[in-house]
């Protein structure tokens, strides 16, 4: 099967939907798929208004049929940007089987951002994914909300984390005061980062990575520690080397950063919210209360196996799997046929009731 992903979240954005689809594409070849993909990267592209990190494609209807012309098996909608519309519209002009991916919650970002009305951003998004074969979640909270808005024949794909990278072995000695509570993440206001710098907590606070808040947050906190972008052994050096990771946001789908953590034996400290709640469940790795200086501080109680060994439940072997499946799913349902599934039950594909 070839397969090609349509993104417009793509290098050099340092985020956990790039990261999803890079380690999509490298275990899905071991299933004997290849995947190409059509990214800004491709086009060109203008820095995005007041987020200069994300470019947005300057993309048109030709080119995208251009892009079309390698007669693919499958095509998968990754994001809601101009790639993803004008591909959209291109599949449903051709009748091509098409699936989506639903990463972000753009309406939340939107109302923080600019006031839009959640109801009207809802509204968007629903017609974009309601009209492909399938659209695939991270979670069941995310599902459940999502079909209470009425979004349609709903998947589940789950995600992974590097265990050979995210390690308690990556530990070394950190120069702050103990203990250390770690950020890691995009700097800006949908992720809610000032609940974690305006905690009354003891030692340091240290954040990890760029946005366009970091200014304001560094003069406003002077006494947190802004560390920038970090990857690879670095950053996986300083998971392992604090002591409880601080988790903020109320409006991720899921939170890769979560798997890091805990992969790297970090327990979490976080709100009990759609992506926390799914990560975290009954494990015990972390503590989700709305007193999130009341988690942070129980959080130093957990120990750090129980972190690593819950996130050792999470593959992405397993999600590669899954992704596949889900694709074969969507096209079998679509053409009225039963699918054949080889490695997951029907169960993990039937729509969450409200």
């Known amino acids: 099967m070839r397969i090609l992903i349509a993104t417009d979240a793509w290098r050099p954005q340092i985020n956990g939907v790039v990261r999803s689809l890079e380690s999509l594409a490298k275990h899905i070849q ?17 820095p995005m208004p007041g987020y200069r990190e994300i470019h947005l494609a300057c993309v048109t209807p030709k080119a995208i049929r251009r892009s079309l012309e390698k007669n693919y098996d499958h095509i998968h909608i990754a994001t809601e940007g ?10 449903l002009r051709t009748g091509r089987c098409f699936t ?3 990463h972000t919650l753009f309406p939340e970002y939107l ?4 006031g839009v009305p959640l109801k009207i951003s809802y509204a968007l998004l ?23 808005r009425g ?3 709903l998947l589940r794909w789950s995600r992974g984390v590097d265990h050979d990278l995210f390690t308690p072995k990556a530990k070394k000695s950190l120069d702050f005061p103990r203990p250390i509570f770690l950020y890691v993440g995009r700097l800006a206001i949908e992720k809610n980062i000032e609940a974690f710098l305006t905690l009354d907590l003891p030692g340091s606070k240290l954040v990890v990575g760029e946005g366009p808040s970091r200014e304001q947050l560094e003069h406003k906190f002077p006494d947190a520690y802004f560390l920038g972008v970090k990857t690879g052994e670095e950053l996986a050096s300083i998971y392992a080397s604090a002591d409880v990771f601080v988790f903020p946001s109320r409006t991720d789908t899921f939170g890769m950063v979560l798997l890091e953590a805990l992969s790297s034996g970090l327990p979490i400290a976080a709100y009990p919210v759609t992506g926390p709640v799914d990560v975290i469940g009954s494990s015990g790795a972390g503590i989700l209360s709305e007193n999130l200086a009341h ?17 050792l ?20 349902t679509s053409k009225g046929r039963e699918p054949e599934l080889k490695n997951l039950s029907l169960r993990e594909f039937e729509n969450i009731p409200a």
Request: glycine share 4%; net charge positive; hydrophobic share 40%.
């Open 151 to 153: 979004f349609q024949n």
């Open 30 to 46: 071991q299933l004997g798929v290849n995947v190409d993909f059509l990214t800004p990267l491709d086009f060109f592209s203008i």
């Open 126 to 148: 629903r017609k974009f994914h309601n009209a492909s074969a399938g659209t695939m979640v991270s979670t069941a909270s995310l599902a459940q909300d999502l079909n209470t």
């Open 82 to 91: 101009p790639i993803g519309l004008i591909m959209r519209n291109e599949c």
């Open 313 to 332: 439940t999470f593959s992405w072997k397993y999600c590669a799997q899954q992704f596949l499946d889900n694709i074969k799913y969507a096209r079998a």
């Open 111 to 114: 109302n923080a951002r600019y």
């Open 100 to 102: 989506t991916s639903f």
């Open 295 to 311: 988690a942070a501080s129980r959080a130093l109680e957990i120990p750090r196996e129980r972190s690593r060994n819950h996130a």
